[in-house]
């Protein structure tokens, strides 16, 4: 298994552009996010997928896209590139497993990371 | 609201010192996870632990031990005798069940760089 790949792994985009960060996982996950690290604030959820066809926003959303059409691949869409925009970007999958009582979530296995300038 | 704060920043040990990393989190759900990651200065994330909310069993893993305090709101990670090579930023994350569905939502904290000196 390849887990969890995101490219670029490097990219600087000028202010306005837009651009895609893609992201695939090929261990059949249902849930899929996407986060941004910025320097003394942790991981930030921009948003995340419980499944094909279904997303939901996290805590950073404005000024990015997602969708999921299929269980592998969960691409970042950014439609008008800010500087504010600059950081390093996360892409997560972990699956759920019925437990007694309820679902247990399990850890999520990150990508490599995508690092982000916009000028 | 949910909210996992780190107070420490920074933490500077030399070798073979013990080192404990401090998490306190707020979460109004009464089943949740809580979650260690480590990032070394390569960038990967890498897991360490999950605990259920429903299980305060301390853990003991070689070196590293976590202490779940419900009680405190406390999930705090120690190091005995540290290494060099436990030099990284060190993430407390939270993670609620809800009804609506939170497996893919981690709430983390600012993380705390650990640095071992030899």
């Known amino acids: 298994n390849a887990g969890v790949t995101q490219t670029p792994k490097f990219q600087v985009l000028k202010t306005g552009q837009s651009m895609t960060l893609q992201c695939a996982q090929d261990m059949n996950h249902e849930y899929m996010s996407w986060y941004r690290q910025d320097p003394g604030m942790g991981l930030r959820l921009i948003h995340y997928s419980v499944g094909a066809g279904i997303t939901d926003q996290g805590e950073v959303p404005n000024g990015y896209n997602v969708s999921r059409s299929t269980t592998e691949d969960f691409p970042l869409r950014l439609l008008s590139a800010a500087p504010s925009q600059t950081s390093v970007y996360f892409c997560?999958?972990?699956?759920?497993?019925?437990?007694?009582?309820?679902?247990?979530?399990?850890?999520?296995?990150f990508g490599p990371g995508t690092r982000l300038t916009v000028l | 609201a949910q909210k996992v704060t780190q107070a420490q920043t920074e933490i500077s040990v030399v070798e073979k010192e013990d080192v404990t990393l401090d998490c306190v989190y707020e979460t109004r759900d009464t089943t949740y996870y809580l979650f260690w990651y480590k990032q070394p200065p390569s960038g990967e994330l890498v897991f360490l632990i999950r605990?259920?909310?429903?299980?305060?069993q301390n853990e003991i893993s070689g070196r590293y031990s976590w202490n779940f305090q419900k009680s405190t709101s406390s999930f705090n990670f120690t190091i005995t005798a540290s290494q060099v090579v436990d030099s990284a930023v060190y993430f407390c994350?939270?993670?609620?069940?809800?009804?609506?569905?939170?497996?893919?939502?981690?709430?983390f904290g600012q993380g705390t760089e650990l640095s071992v000196k030899p």
């Open positions: 994350a939270l993670s609620e069940a809800g009804i609506y569905n939170q497996g893919g939502k981690l709430i």
């Open positions: 997560a999958s972990s699956y759920s497993q019925s437990l007694a009582g309820g679902r247990g979530y399990n850890e999520q296995f």
């Open positions: 605990r259920n909310s429903f299980d305060e």
